[in-house]
């Protein structure tokens, strides 16, 4: 008799994992904007997100704030947050101090980035400053070996930044894989993407991410277009090329509610097909606004952890009958 096989027989299928879920925020700029942002919060919640990040200042100009928003969302709400956390123009001792204070707030997941460079900054860095967000990564797993027994000897979950299409410093894609194939080997869990308007730019990062080496999950970043001029902004911000025609059916549309509903369409088909290319999860960028997100999210129909089943507000914030969670 043959001894029993190692290999399941039984369908994957029940084994595979639920689609992730998160959404960006970023620190509210001043009161009225803080009470904006806390309506938001309290509705994403109630999705039973997986994590939501906290964006960061290039340079710290935010630290404070993003700091107050992290520590809030640890204490007043059951969101795991992930901490956006930028190298550029910083010392791996100012770094430190502030890796040591994130932790110290209970925060467990950190996306090491490098940041934007400030306009009109000097060719050569500041001395003693990181230069890449992979000299991050490496920072923040020394202080997590530092500090492990506080830790319980547990990870901090490291996220990075990917791009589908190229970043605009690097010289090619080719270039950017291997990047990420860098950080990866400098301790990176996972990636989130950049954004990105057309849905074969994401598959084909993946398809050569997983040649070049590269097992971490990649996940879509994916932004509800939902008008001109945000989808304009974002081109200039990000330096990714807008869809045109995206941006001519944006610009036909007869008023922002058709704008809307063409923009949340779009996002939709482009996150569906990430998600039908084996995409592990969703990152929803939100710019504090939870409607247009729910909205995706609605027709998105992902397959979610048996948790509470059905935002409240899900069913009314688009039309028909769809629930926001299929399982
Ligand atoms: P890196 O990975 O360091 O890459 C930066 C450039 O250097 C690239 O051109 C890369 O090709 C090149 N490079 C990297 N390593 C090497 C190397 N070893 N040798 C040679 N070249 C190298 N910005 C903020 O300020 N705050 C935020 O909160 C924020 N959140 C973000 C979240 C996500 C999901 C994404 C995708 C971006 C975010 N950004 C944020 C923007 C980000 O900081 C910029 O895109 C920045 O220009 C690059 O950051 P990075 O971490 O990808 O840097």
Redesign the pocket.
């Known amino acids: 008799m043959s001894p029993p096989s190692l290999i399941q027989a039984t369908a994957p299928s029940v084994h595979s994992a639920p689609t992730a879920l998160s959404y ?1 925020l ?1 620190p509210p700029k001043n009161q009225a904007a803080e009470a904006t942002l806390w309506n938001t919060i309290r509705e994403l919640e109630s999705t039973n997100p997986d994590y939501v ?1 906290v ?4 340079n710290g100009s935010n630290r404070d704030t993003a700091v107050q928003l992290l520590n809030r969302l640890l204490t007043e709400t059951s969101l795991l947050p992930l901490a ?1 956390l ?1 190298c ?1 123009g910083n010392t791996a001792e100012e770094l430190e101090g502030i890796i040591s204070e994130l932790l110290d707030h209970g925060v467990r997941g950190i ?7 400030p306009q009109g900054a000097p060719a050569e860095p500041r001395h003693g400053s990181l ?4 000299d991050l990564v490496e920072l923040i797993r020394r202080v997590e070996q530092r500090r492990s027994a506080l830790l319980c000897a547990g990870k901090v979950a490291i ?5 589908p299409a190229r ?4 010289p090619s894609i080719e ?2 894989v291997e ?1 990420l194939l ?2 990866q080997r400098s301790g990176a869990d996972f990636a ?3 954004v990105f308007f057309h849905a074969d730019q994401y598959k084909d990062l993946v398809n050569r991410a997983r040649r070049a080496g590269v097992s971490i999950p990649i996940i879509p ?1 994916v932004m509800p277009l939902t008008s001109l001029r945000r989808v304009q902004r974002l081109g200039v911000i ?1 330096g990714v090329e807008p869809s045109t025609s995206l941006l001519d059916a944006l610009a036909r549309a007869d008023d922002a509610a058709e704008s809307r509903r063409i923009g949340v369409k779009v996002t939709v088909e482009l996150a569906r097909a990430a998600l039908d290319a084996g995409a592990p999860g969703i ?1 929803l960028y939100t710019f504090n606004e939870h409607a247009a997100a729910l909205e995706v999210l609605d027709k998105l129909q992902l397959l979610r952890p048996g948790r509470p089943a059905v935002h409240p507000r899900a069913s009314t914030i688009a039309a028909g009958t769809s629930r926001l969670v299929r399982a």
């Open positions: 960006e970023f990040s964006t960061y200042g290039a956006h930028t550029v996306l090491a980035l490098r940041g934007d460079l230069a890449y967000a992979q996220g990075v930044a990917a791009y970043h605009p410093e690097s270039h950017d990047v860098a950080k989130i993407t950049q970043g990000t990152h």
